[in-house]
């Protein structure tokens, strides 16, 4: 469904090369995360998706078509929630629609459903203030949703959560992608994150970097926490911290 051919890129402020001809692909529902250490480029591979940054060369398709000639086919969750404190959880969850002119009685019915599918329907009427930072994060991921788009960029979305919570959202994430059918691009520091939500991770090793290896992660279904300690899944998640360490010792 999405996929880098050739393409290359750098910030016009940068001397360095970012990426070189990097080829790489996901397939439709896939749920893919990139790891990486900071800096290495992961946050500028989704602006190169979501077209807010244009490569030097190459092409970066969807379905076979150049992106320059779609609109709305991806929908980005930012790190933070990124909701605003003077619009009701409603009212925040109407922006993408109100942007594309969806009519005011339409907006009301999809607020009401995704927001029974995300467990905050009796919220609808507060505001941001009155959530909790996973309850924020869960609206801002049924805006997402209701920006209709079949791609999901998730920009570690749960780095600012206490680790109980997180790993609640976690489990929450994988339920709604089961049930929405979406393709989702998962950025984490959180090697163990990547492993127990996607079906494969991407490292980001060189710089410029050229290929990212992928490594596909053993499927169980349905998911829990015991997956992370299945035996094969543990010495998985410590070759891919192995991978990332021994980048950072080249350095
Ligand atoms: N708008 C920009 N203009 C110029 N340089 C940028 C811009 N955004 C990022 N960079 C540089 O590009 C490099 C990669 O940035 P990017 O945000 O993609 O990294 P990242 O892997 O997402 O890092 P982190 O894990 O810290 O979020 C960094 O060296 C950064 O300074
Ligand atoms: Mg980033």
């Given at each position: 469904?999405?996929e880098?051919?050739?393409?290359?890129?750098?910030?016009?402020?940068?001397?360095?090369?970012?990426?070189?001809?990097?080829?790489?692909?996901?397939?439709?529902?896939?749920?893919?995360?990139?790891?990486?250490?900071?800096?290495?480029?992961?946050?500028?591979?989704?602006?190169?998706?979501?077209?807010?940054?244009?490569?030097?060369?190459?092409e970066i398709l969807i379905?076979g078509?150049n992106?320059?000639?779609?609109?709305?086919?991806?929908?980005?969750?930012?790190?933070?929630?990124?909701?605003?404190?003077?619009?009701?959880?409603?009212?925040?969850?109407?922006?993408?629609?109100?942007?594309?002119?969806?009519?005011?009685?339409?907006?009301?019915?999809?607020?009401?459903?995704?927001?029974?599918?995300?467990?905050?329907?009796?919220?609808?009427?507060?505001?941001?203030?009155?959530?909790?930072?996973?309850?924020?994060?869960?609206?801002?991921?049924?805006?997402?949703?209701?920006?209709?788009?079949?791609?999901?960029?998730?920009?570690?979305?749960?780095?600012?959560?206490?680790?109980?919570?997180?790993?609640?959202?976690?489990?929450?994430?994988?339920?709604?992608?089961?049930?929405?059918?979406?393709?989702?691009?998962?950025?984490?520091?959180?090697?163990?994150?990547?492993?127990?939500?996607?079906?494969?991770?991407?490292?980001?090793?060189?710089?410029?970097?050229?290929?990212?290896?992928?490594?596909?992660?053993?499927?169980?279904?349905?998911?829990?926490?015991?997956?992370?300690?299945?035996?094969?899944?543990?010495?998985?998640?410590?070759?891919?911290?192995?991978?990332?360490?021994?980048?950072?010792?080249?350095?």
């Open positions: 469904m999405l880098f051919k050739d393409v290359t890129f750098k910030y016009a402020e940068d001397d360095f090369y970012m990426m070189k001809d990097l080829n790489f692909s996901v397939k439709k529902g896939e749920f893919v995360s990139l790891i990486g250490q900071s800096g290495c480029g992961k946050s500028t591979i989704l602006r190169l998706i979501n077209g807010l940054e244009k490569p030097e060369k190459g379905d078509k992106i320059n000639t779609l609109k709305d086919y991806c929908a980005f969750m930012p790190q933070k929630d990124l909701l605003f404190p003077w619009r009701t959880i409603e009212k925040n969850l109407c922006i993408p629609m109100e942007i594309k002119g969806v009519p005011k009685k339409d907006m009301h019915k999809k607020c009401v459903n995704v927001l029974e599918e995300v467990g905050l329907l009796d919220y609808i009427d507060k505001y941001p203030k009155d959530l909790s930072g996973g309850m924020k994060q869960r609206v801002s991921f049924a805006r997402t949703i209701l920006a209709g788009s079949d791609i999901m960029l998730l920009d570690e979305p749960f780095s600012a959560l206490d680790s109980l919570t997180r790993m609640d959202m976690q489990e929450w994430l994988l339920k709604q992608w089961k049930h929405f059918g979406k393709t989702i691009i998962f950025i984490t520091h959180d090697v163990e994150e990547a492993v127990f939500l996607s079906d494969a991770v991407y490292i980001i090793q060189d710089r410029p970097f050229k290929d990212m290896e992928r490594v596909e992660i053993p499927e169980q279904y349905p998911k829990s926490r015991e997956f992370l300690k299945r035996p094969d899944i543990v010495a998985l998640r410590e070759e891919l911290i192995k991978k990332l360490r021994n980048r950072r010792e080249e350095q």
